[in-house]
C-alpha cells in the first residue's frame, strides 16, 4: 500500500480475456454508438466468482487463465490495450487487508470499466457501464474483520481503440492499522520479497547501485526484450556499470519460472543522431533508402506499416522477398475494418496507382476497397475512429480516390456509384481544407499526427484537381514553416494539441524527419509516412531552413488555441495560453451537442473530435487528453516542462499520459522567457500530485535550493519555482523528475543565458529577485515585473464518453 495516497498495490490477477464482440445495433453517430456498447457489454454477476481458498499462484481462475502476481503496480491496476477491432475484456484481481480487530474502512473505487467488488464474499461495489472518460470515481465502506480479509475484483469492458481497464482502490483513513497484503500469502512471498528489492535500486552517473540480498538470482540485459543468452548474472553484486551505448536496461530476477523485470531508461545515453550528408538531396535519399531497408529481407514479420516500406521499395526499383505479404496483410486490415485501416487503404491506393498488383492481390484489394465503410454515417459497424482531424481528411481523400478508380462501380456500404463517391469526398475535402485555412489546425504541432495529416494532403496534391492540390500543397508548407519556426539546434521543441512519451526527447518525435530533410545537420529522423513523398508533385519548402536557427518572439493562433514562441540562441520557451490572453480572442463553437446539427458537415465533425479528444479550447480546470502546455529548452534533447499526469506511473499507455498530456489543464501565461503556471487538481481526479520534468544528466549542472531548481547548459540558464517542495522522484527515469505533491500548485519558470545575466550565479540572484508568491485564495501568481497568472475555472462542461 501507498503509505502517502492510500492505493493498494499489491494484486494477484488473471487476465485479460479477450473475445470477439459483435451487434447488430448499428448508429450514425459513432460516440453514441460506443456508449451503447458499453452499456451491454458487462454481464450481471452478484455471486464472487471465486472464493479466497481457490485464488493460488498458478492456479487457473474462472477465466481459465492462471493468477500470477501483478508487477509492477503503481496503484492502478492497469492493463491498458490498443484494440483495433470490437472485443470484450474481462480480468479477475485480488488482494487481502489485515486487521488486528474488526474496522470498517472508507475507501475510494477509481475505474474506467465496469466493475464488481465483493470483500470475503459479499458485494461492496458495483459500477455496470464504462466510459472512455474521465475516470470514475466511487466511496464505499470496506467492514473488515479481525484477521485477513479478502478482496476480489472482477473488471469488464468493452476494447476499442485506446481501451482503459484500469481501475484503483484508495483506502481514505485507518493506514496506520491496515496492512496490505495478497492471497495465497505463502507463495506470494517472495515475489513481495522481489519486488521490494527491484524497487530499491538507484542509479548514480553511469553505475547502478544494488540493495544487498536479492532473494533469488538476479540479471542485467539491455533493450526492449530479455535475450536470456546476452543476460548477466549479478547476484551478489553492490554496484554494475551500464553499457555506454544502451539507452535501457532490464534488471530482473525469477521466481517460479516467472519474470519480474524493472525497465530503467538510460537518458544521459539517448543522444541525437546526426548522417554525414552533403546536402538535401542526399538527405532525402538516405531517408528513403532507410525506408526501403525495412521488412526487405528475413522471414516475415507483420509490421504496422509494412505497406508503406514496399511502397518505398517499389519507387526505387527493389523489391523484398516478403513484399507480397505486407501487402496482404494491409488489405486484410482495409477487410476487417480495423482501427487507422484508412492509414494503410491510403498507402495501398497509392501503391495500386504507381505500381501494378499481381492479379490475385489485385482482386482483393478492388473488393476490399468497394466494401470498405468510409464514414460512419454508411451501413455497418466497427470501431474505427473518423473524426479526428487527420482521420476525417485521410478518410475523405481514401474515398475520393477510391471513387476516382472505380466511377462506375457500386460501393456496398454507402450505396453509391463511384462517380457519387468521388463527388461527396470532394466536397468534404473542400469543406475541411477550408476550415483549416480559416481557422488553423486542431492537432496543430503535433509531432506525430501532423505527419499523417501530411500523407492525406500529398494524395490531395498528388490526385485531385489543381486547384485542391494547390490548396494542400499550401497547407503542407504551413506545417513544415510552423515545425521550422520551433526548431531549437535542429529538435522541434512546441506545445502541441496532442503527444506521446516522445515528448521528453524530442529529437525522436515523427516530424523530426521534415527537419533533417530540410536542413541535413540536424538531428537525424525518420518516418513511415515519408513514402508518400517519393514521386510526389510536392516540393519541400527549403526556405523554411532558415527559420530553424533564427531568434523569434512570435505568437498566433490555430484552432481554438493561443500559442508562444520565444526562442534565443541558447534557449527557447513556447506555450499555449490558458486561457487565451490575446485582446479579442475569437473562438469557434462545439456544435456536437445541437439536436439539429447537421452530423455530416466539417463542422459538426470538428465539434465531435473536440468532445472525444478533449478539448482545443485551453482553459484551467478542463479535463485535458494528450495536450502539451509548455516546453522550455536548453539544448535539442534537453528540455524542461510540466504536466498533470494523467497516470500514476511512468509509461504504462494511456492518454493523457504520464509525462505527456494533463489530467485536468492548468492556467498558463507567457511573457517572453518567464512562463508561469497554476494547477488545481479536483477531487473527483485521482493523480493528487503534479510533476517537473528536469533532466540533470543533460545539464552541465544543477541546483535545488527550497523552492528553487537551477540548471545551465551550454551558455544558457533555467530556472523553475513551485510553491509546494519540490521532491526528487524514481521510476523508469532517475533524477529527472521533481514532484510537487497536493491538488494546488503553482509554477513560475524563468530562462536566461550568459550573454543577458553573465555567470550563472549572477542569473539565480536576479530570478530570486522575481520573489514569486502564490496566493490560494485569489488563485493568483505573482512575480516581480512579470506580473500576474490568473486562475479562471472555465465555464466549459465535462463531457463523458
Given at each position: 500500500?501507498d503509505?502517502?495516497s492510500?492505493?493498494?498495490?499489491?494484486?494477484l490477477?488473471?487476465g485479460?480475456?479477450l473475445?470477439?464482440f459483435?451487434?447488430?445495433q448499428?448508429?450514425k453517430n459513432?460516440?453514441?454508438?460506443?456508449?451503447?456498447?458499453?452499456?451491454?457489454?458487462?454481464?450481471?454477476?452478484?455471486?464472487?466468482?471465486?472464493?479466497?481458498?481457490?485464488?493460488?499462484?498458478?492456479?487457473?481462475?474462472?477465466?481459465?487463465?492462471?493468477?500470477?502476481?501483478?508487477?509492477?503496480c503503481?496503484g492502478?491496476v492497469n492493463?491498458n490495450?490498443?484494440?483495433?477491432?470490437?472485443?470484450k475484456?474481462?480480468?479477475?484481481?485480488?488482494?487481502?487487508?489485515?486487521?488486528a480487530?474488526d474496522?470498517t474502512?472508507?475507501?475510494?473505487?477509481?475505474?474506467?470499466t465496469?466493475i464488481d467488488?465483493w470483500?470475503?464474499?459479499s458485494?461492496?461495489s458495483?459500477?455496470?457501464?464504462?466510459?472512455?472518460?474521465?475516470i470514475m470515481?466511487?466511496?464505499?465502506?470496506?467492514?473488515l474483520?479481525?484477521?485477513?480479509?479478502?478482496?476480489?475484483?472482477m473488471?469488464q469492458?468493452l476494447?476499442?481503440?485506446?481501451?482503459?481497464n484500469?481501475?484503483?482502490?484508495?483506502?481514505l483513513?485507518?493506514?496506520?492499522r491496515?496492512t496490505a497484503?495478497l492471497?495465497?500469502?505463502a507463495?506470494?512471498?517472495?515475489?513481495?520479497?522481489?519486488d521490494q528489492?527491484?524497487s530499491?535500486?538507484?542509479?548514480?552517473?553511469?553505475e547502478?547501485l544494488?540493495?544487498?540480498?536479492?532473494?533469488?538470482a538476479?540479471?542485467?540485459?539491455?533493450?526492449e526484450g530479455?535475450?536470456?543468452a546476452?543476460?548477466?548474472?549479478?547476484?551478489?553484486l553492490r554496484?554494475v556499470?551500464?553499457e555506454?551505448?544502451?539507452a535501457?536496461?532490464?534488471?530482473?530476477?525469477i521466481?517460479?519460472?516467472?519474470?519480474?523485470?524493472?525497465?530503467?531508461e538510460?537518458?544521459h545515453?539517448r543522444?541525437?543522431v546526426y548522417?554525414?550528408?552533403?546536402?538535401?538531396?542526399?538527405?532525402?535519399?538516405?531517408v528513403?533508402?532507410?525506408?526501403?531497408a525495412i521488412?526487405?529481407?528475413g522471414?516475415?514479420?507483420p509490421?504496422?506499416?509494412?505497406?508503406?516500406y514496399?511502397?518505398?521499395?517499389?519507387?526505387?526499383?527493389?523489391?523484398?522477398?516478403?513484399d507480397h505479404l505486407?501487402?496482404?496483410?494491409?488489405?486484410e486490415?482495409?477487410e476487417?475494418?480495423?482501427?487507422?485501416?484508412?492509414f494503410?487503404?491510403?498507402g495501398?491506393l497509392r501503391?495500386?496507382?504507381?505500381?501494378?498488383?499481381?492479379?490475385?492481390l489485385e482482386?482483393?484489394a478492388?473488393q476490399?476497397?468497394?466494401n470498405?465503410r468510409?464514414?460512419?454515417?454508411?451501413?455497418?459497424s466497427?470501431?474505427?475512429?473518423?473524426?479526428?482531424?487527420?482521420h476525417?481528411?485521410?478518410?475523405y481523400?481514401?474515398?475520393?480516390?477510391a471513387g476516382?478508380?472505380?466511377?462506375d462501380?457500386h460501393?456496398v456500404?454507402?450505396?453509391?456509384s463511384?462517380s457519387?463517391?468521388?463527388?461527396?469526398a470532394?466536397?468534404?475535402?473542400?469543406?475541411?481544407?477550408?476550415?483549416?485555412e480559416?481557422?488553423?489546425?486542431?492537432?496543430?504541432?503535433?509531432?506525430?499526427?501532423?505527419?499523417v495529416?501530411?500523407?492525406?494532403?500529398?494524395n490531395?496534391?498528388?490526385?485531385m484537381?489543381q486547384?485542391?492540390?494547390e490548396?494542400?500543397?499550401?497547407l503542407?508548407?504551413v506545417?513544415i514553416k510552423s515545425?521550422?519556426?520551433?526548431?531549437?539546434r535542429?529538435s522541434?521543441?512546441?506545445?502541441q494539441a496532442?503527444?506521446?512519451?516522445?515528448v521528453?526527447?524530442?529529437?525522436?518525435?515523427a516530424?523530426?524527419?521534415?527537419?533533417y530533410l530540410?536542413?541535413?545537420d540536424?538531428?537525424a529522423?525518420?518516418?513511415e509516412?515519408?513514402?508518400f513523398?517519393?514521386?510526389s508533385?510536392?516540393?519541400l519548402p527549403y526556405?523554411?531552413?532558415?527559420?530553424?536557427d533564427?531568434?523569434?518572439d512570435i505568437?498566433y493562433p490555430?484552432?481554438n488555441?493561443?500559442v508562444?514562441?520565444?526562442?534565443?540562441?541558447?534557449?527557447l520557451?513556447?506555450?499555449?495560453?490558458s486561457p487565451r490572453?490575446d485582446?479579442?480572442?475569437?473562438y469557434?463553437?462545439?456544435?456536437?451537442f445541437?439536436?439539429?446539427a447537421?452530423?455530416e458537415?466539417?463542422?459538426?465533425?470538428?465539434?465531435?473530435?473536440e468532445?472525444?479528444?478533449?478539448?482545443?479550447r485551453?482553459?484551467?480546470?478542463v479535463y485535458?487528453?494528450?495536450?502539451?502546455?509548455?516546453y522550455?529548452?536548453?539544448?535539442?534533447?534537453t528540455?524542461?516542462f510540466?504536466?498533470?499526469p494523467?497516470?500514476l506511473?511512468d509509461?504504462v499507455?494511456?492518454?493523457?499520459?504520464?509525462w505527456?498530456?494533463?489530467g485536468?489543464?492548468?492556467?498558463?501565461?507567457q511573457?517572453g522567457?518567464?512562463?508561469?503556471?497554476i494547477y488545481?487538481i479536483?477531487?473527483?481526479?485521482p493523480?493528487?500530485?503534479?510533476?517537473l520534468f528536469?533532466p540533470?544528466?543533460k545539464?552541465?549542472?544543477?541546483?535545488?535550493?527550497?523552492?528553487?531548481?537551477f540548471?545551465e547548459k551550454?551558455?544558457g540558464?533555467?530556472?523553475?519555482?513551485?510553491?509546494?517542495p519540490?521532491?526528487?522522484?524514481?521510476?523508469k527515469l532517475?533524477h529527472?523528475?521533481?514532484r510537487?505533491y497536493?491538488?494546488?500548485?503553482?509554477?513560475?519558470?524563468?530562462l536566461?543565458?550568459v550573454?543577458e545575466f553573465?555567470?550563472?550565479?549572477?542569473?539565480?540572484a536576479?530570478?530570486?529577485e522575481?520573489?514569486?508568491?502564490?496566493?490560494a485564495?485569489s488563485?493568483q501568481l505573482s512575480a516581480?515585473?512579470?506580473?500576474?497568472v490568473?486562475?479562471?475555472y472555465?465555464?466549459n462542461?465535462t463531457?463523458?464518453?
Open positions: 500500500m503509505a502517502r492510500g492505493f493498494l498495490t499489491h494484486y490477477y488473471s485479460p480475456r473475445s470477439p459483435e451487434h447488430e448499428t448508429d459513432q460516440i453514441r454508438y460506443e456508449q451503447y456498447l458499453r452499456s451491454i457489454i458487462a454481464d450481471k454477476v452478484e455471486l464472487a466468482p471465486v472464493l479466497a481458498e481457490e485464488i493460488a499462484i498458478g492456479a487457473e481462475s474462472p477465466l481459465g487463465q492462471p493468477w500470477q502476481y501483478l508487477y509492477p503503481s492502478f492493463f490495450l490498443f484494440s483495433y477491432t470490437l472485443q475484456v474481462e480480468l479477475l484481481a485480488a488482494a487481502a487487508l489485515t486487521v480487530e474496522l474502512v472508507r475507501a475510494n473505487v477509481w475505474t474506467y465496469a467488488i470483500l470475503n464474499g458485494k461492496v458495483s459500477a455496470a457501464n464504462p466510459v472512455y472518460k474521465p470515481k466511487q466511496e464505499i465502506e470496506l467492514p474483520r479481525k484477521g485477513s480479509n479478502t478482496l476480489v475484483i473488471l469492458n476494447a476499442v481503440r485506446d481501451t482503459r484500469i481501475f484503483g482502490i484508495q483506502l483513513e485507518h493506514l496506520d491496515i497484503g492471497p495465497d500469502a507463495a506470494a512471498e517472495p515475489y513481495l520479497k522481489l528489492w527491484l530499491e535500486i538507484t542509479l548514480t552517473g553511469n547502478l544494488l540493495p544487498p540480498d536479492p532473494p533469488c538476479v540479471y542485467i540485459a539491455y533493450g530479455i535475450d536470456p546476452a543476460a548477466k548474472d549479478i547476484t551478489g554496484r556499470a551500464v555506454q551505448s544502451e535501457e536496461a532490464l534488471i530482473y530476477g521466481v517460479d519460472g516467472k519474470r519480474l523485470s524493472r525497465q530503467i538510460l537518458l545515453n543522444v541525437p548522417r554525414s550528408v552533403a546536402d538535401t538531396s542526399e538527405a532525402k535519399a538516405a528513403f533508402e532507410e525506408l526501403a521488412g526487405a529481407t522471414s516475415f514479420e509490421l504496422r506499416f509494412g505497406l508503406f514496399v511502397l518505398a521499395r517499389w519507387n526505387l526499383g527493389k523489391a523484398g522477398a516478403n505486407h501487402i496482404s496483410r494491409a488489405i486490415q482495409i476487417r475494418r480495423e482501427d487507422c485501416s484508412d494503410h487503404l491510403a495501398l501503391l495500386m496507382d504507381i505500381h501494378k498488383l499481381p492479379a490475385e482482386q482483393r478492388e476490399a476497397i468497394l470498405y468510409y464514414w460512419m454515417t454508411e451501413n455497418g466497427d470501431g474505427m475512429c473518423f473524426w479526428s482531424e487527420n476525417a481528411l485521410m478518410f481523400i481514401c474515398a475520393y480516390m476516382s478508380r472505380y466511377p462501380r460501393f456500404r454507402s450505396g453509391r463511384g457519387e463517391v468521388k463527388a461527396v470532394l466536397g468534404r475535402i473542400r469543406d475541411w481544407l477550408t476550415d483549416v480559416c481557422w488553423g489546425f486542431e492537432e496543430f504541432q503535433s509531432t506525430d499526427y501532423m505527419c495529416t501530411m500523407g492525406a494532403l500529398l490531395a496534391v498528388d490526385y484537381e486547384d485542391e492540390a490548396r494542400a500543397a499550401a503542407i508548407d506545417i515545425f521550422a519556426s520551433h526548431a531549437f535542429g522541434i521543441v512546441t506545445p496532442r503527444i506521446y512519451r516522445s521528453i526527447l524530442p529529437f525522436t518525435q516530424a523530426q524527419s521534415l527537419m530540410l536542413k541535413p540536424a538531428p529522423g525518420n518516418s509516412w515519408l513514402a513523398l517519393m514521386n508533385r510536392y516540393q526556405q523554411y531552413a532558415e527559420l530553424m533564427k531568434p523569434l505568437e490555430t484552432g488555441a493561443w508562444k514562441l520565444y526562442k534565443q540562441p541558447r534557449y520557451l513556447t506555450s499555449v495560453q490572453y485582446a479579442a480572442p475569437v469557434w463553437d462545439n456544435i456536437s445541437e439536436e439539429y447537421d452530423i458537415s466539417n463542422e459538426y465533425v470538428k465539434s465531435f473530435n468532445r472525444f479528444h478533449g478539448t482545443t485551453f482553459e484551467p480546470g485535458g487528453y494528450q495536450q502539451h502546455m509548455w522550455a529548452a536548453l539544448d535539442n534533447d528540455v524542461l510540466t504536466n498533470h494523467g497516470e506511473a509509461e499507455g494511456m492518454r493523457p499520459g504520464y505527456y498530456g494533463n485536468i489543464m492548468p492556467a498558463v501565461k511573457q522567457s518567464t512562463l508561469g503556471a488545481a479536483g477531487e473527483e481526479h493523480v493528487a500530485f503534479t510533476h528536469f540533470e544528466a545539464l552541465d549542472s544543477s541546483l535545488h535550493d527550497g523552492h528553487w531548481l540548471g551550454d551558455g540558464y533555467a530556472a523553475i519555482w513551485c510553491s509546494e519540490l521532491q526528487p522522484y524514481h521510476d532517475f529527472c523528475e521533481y510537487a497536493g491538488r494546488l500548485a503553482a509554477y513560475l519558470c524563468k536566461g543565458s550573454d553573465g555567470s550563472f550565479e549572477q542569473f539565480q536576479r530570478c530570486r522575481l520573489a514569486p508568491q502564490f496566493d485564495r488563485m516581480g515585473e512579470f506580473g500576474v490568473q486562475y479562471v472555465s465555464s462542461k463531457q463523458y464518453v
